[in-house]
């Protein structure tokens, strides 16, 4: 089964899905100032766009999708495309409003999935940053068995947990608790790399110490570190690799966001050298300005305009739906809870009598 937020769905019904999204959600923790003065008005208004593609972080607006009846409205171009499901990718640091996703699916057709964790220290608010890591791991797999806190839904796969160049403690404590949590309940992880050190690798190793395989992981955000040889290592060790489309503005002197011409330039031919590499697809729509009504692409972008476009490019009907749906349903379907909690029960009393 996979768990919806408005519940669970048979595995054998699941369509075409973009593996990270955001819906509802609040990143002005990671507003900057940009490189010119900041227009007047504390609203994204069309005389504002042009100083966000250059300047994306630099309106707090900008960086809060707070308009569920607009989000709703839009997701429907995305139903209308072929897109049968969605990954909202929120985690706690990035301000999610689990309560209202239940609403913004039923309307706009889509099946929405929660993924739930926490991002990098800094962002977190008090309550999560102040977790131990046995702490955090039975809120991580309550998420998934019982309940996503203030809702009547379960999450589907934990993360996005997010890492630093640095690689410092108190992310390695988060990630062993999330790998530990989704060992217990069956679930899968998202990671997102720090872009200019991407740490990958070591972070595999980490979460398999705590019995977590590499392809249960999800590298997000890939396309942040487009190199053929680092692709090439993290799809060698088994791990999922998630190209998002549709984030082109740049933070001047501080975020620089690869074009999606790029994106297809690199995916089509690594896709057709690497045939057994874990490939799945997503938008990271987490700003204001990615909206059509703001002049964005939207989120029917990726099954309307890139998968299209990878199959011009090359890219076969059968690995388009690897990337789509057979990868995606590998990673989001898992035993009911009873079963994974029980399962997991009895492999650590095996483990314990093997001690012994």
Known sequence: ???TVLGPIEAGSWGPTSMHDHLAS??????REGVEPAPIGLSVDPEHYGYLRWNMLALADNLRMDTPDLIADELMAAVAAGQHAMVESTSWGLGPSHSVLPDIARRSGMSVVCSYGAYIPRTLPAWVAAMGEHELERHLEAALTVRVPDTDYRAGILGIMGTTAELPEGEIRMLRAAARAAVSTGAAVTVR???????GIEVLRIMAAEGLPADRVVFTNAD????????????????VLEMSFGTEAIHAGRVDNPSDRERLAFLAPFATEHPEARIVLGQSTWTKTQLRRHGGYGYGHLLGRIVPELARRGISRARLKTMLVDEPVRLLDRPSPRQAIG?????RTAARKGRT
Do not use: K
Request: aromatic residues 6%.
């Open 1 to 3: 089964m996979i768990e």
């Open 343 to 347: 399962d997991e029960g009895g492999a």
């Open 26 to 31: 609040d990143s002005s923790a990671l507003r």
């Open 193 to 199: 790399l720090e872009p200019g050190q991407p740490r």
């Open 224 to 239: 942040e570190f487009m190199g053929r040889a680092v692709w090439s290592d993290l799809s060698a060790a088994g791990a």
